[in-house]
């Protein structure tokens, strides 16, 4: 059973600019969940699906951020215009009961 | 905030040794898990214990969930140089199931 994928693993944009981030779940899982780490602190929650629909986006941190699940497969998150905080380890997970997700390997954006 | 934190930040130990990483939170919890990042890569959940267990193994992991100081261990028993990584533990509270995680353990198994 192939994993959770992300794509890019590693983006370097300007400030200003747009990025659009990429997650492909594990195939049946109908959650899927965004988290992000900020260098050195911890990882923390963005949003999860359920399918297509948003169930919790309580941890987007503006709306800079948009986030989309598309017939409830991948998901894509953008940022735009990207600032110089938003640099990190962006990691999707996903899971058939939310009691145990399996994370991505993560995408790494730096914003210049 | 409700995030876990670990303690230590960083650990340092001789192959062989044992590892012992420590991670407290703030509030009630469905279950506790704990994972493990190696350098580029992804979290790879290693255990998970839920909120009535007191004790759980798994290989060379032993897990300990002491919910009344809202607190857990995670023991690595005879380390090896591939233990390398940064440990995170994450708790999901009663309602939602989001994952709230802590700054993490770096540890580093010298061989």
């Known amino acids: 059973e192939a994993g959770v994928t992300q794509f890019p693993s590693h983006s370097v944009i300007e400030k200003g600019q747009t990025v659009t981030l990429r997650c492909d779940p594990i195939s049946g899982h109908d959650n899927l969940y965004w988290y992000r780490r900020v260098m050195g602190k911890e990882i923390k929650f963005l949003l999860h699906?359920?399918?297509?629909?948003?169930?919790?986006e309580s941890g987007m941190p503006n709306n800079r951020f948009l986030a989309e699940r598309t017939g409830g497969t991948y998901s894509t998150l953008k940022v735009q215009p990207a600032e110089l905080e938003d640099s990190g380890v962006y990691f999707c997970?996903?899971?058939?009961?939310?009691?145990?997700?399996?994370f991505g390997p993560g995408t790494r954006l730096t914003v210049l | 905030s409700q995030q876990g934190e670990e303690d230590p930040q960083a650990l340092s130990i001789q192959e062989g040794e044992n590892a012992t990483m420590n991670c407290s939170y703030k509030?009630?919890?469905?279950?506790l898990q704990w994972y493990r990042q190696n350098s580029g890569r992804g979290l790879v959940h290693l255990i998970l214990i839920r909120s009535n267990e007191r004790e759980k193994h798994s290989g060379r992991l032993r897990v300990t969930l002491d919910t009344s100081k809202k607190s857990s261990s995670l023991l690595i028993t005879a380390s090896r140089a591939a233990d390398t990584a940064s440990y995170f533990c994450?708790?999901?509270?009663?309602?939602?199931?989001?994952?709230?995680f802590g700054t993490g353990t770096s540890l580093t198994v010298i061989p």
């Open positions: 509030t009630s919890i469905n279950n």
């Open positions: 997970a996903s899971s058939r009961s939310g009691y145990e997700q399996f």
């Open positions: 994450a708790t999901d509270q009663l309602t939602g199931n989001q994952f709230y």
């Open positions: 699906f359920v399918k297509e629909s948003k169930q919790d």
